[in-house]
Nanobody, 127 residues
């Protein structure tokens, strides 16, 4: 079993930045594909970004390209999401997810493609 705990959320003004972290425990995630999703009130959970085990393959939702950066530190069993130029529409609960199988050169944007989930961290962007 893998436990994922997100941190780094908070309240930020539009145009600001936040760095989310996801700490894994229970087993090493160095061979897992990892991703971030988000869910705004009244909306379905949506894909934000994913990263392969080696960090070579990274994928982003179109609305996040150029603003968000996903990264990982396998030695520390962590994954990060750097979010810049934040907009009010980025307000959501952000979730970290782990996939036992490799990305296989695909973004893996569906929630059912991931095996483990964190509890989420709230990000609120004020206008």
């Amino acid at each position: 079993q893998v436990q994922l705990v997100e941190s780094g959320g908070g309240l930020v003004q539009a145009g600001g930045s936040l760095r989310l972290s996801c700490a894994a425990s229970g087993r090493t995630i160095s061979s897992y594909a990892m991703a971030w999703f988000r869910q705004a009130p009244g909306k379905e959970r949506e894909f934000v970004a994913s990263i392969g085990w080696s960090s070579i393959n990274r994928y982003y939702a179109n609305s996040m390209k150029g603003r968000f950066t996903i990264s990982r530190d396998n030695a520390k069993n962590t994954v990060h999401l750097q979010m810049n130029s934040l907009k009010p529409e980025d307000t959501a609960v952000y979730y970290c997810a782990a996939r036992i199988s490799p990305l296989g050169h695909e973004a893996r944007t569906r929630t059912d493609e991931y095996d483990y989930w964190g509890q989420g961290t709230q990000v609120t962007v004020s206008s």
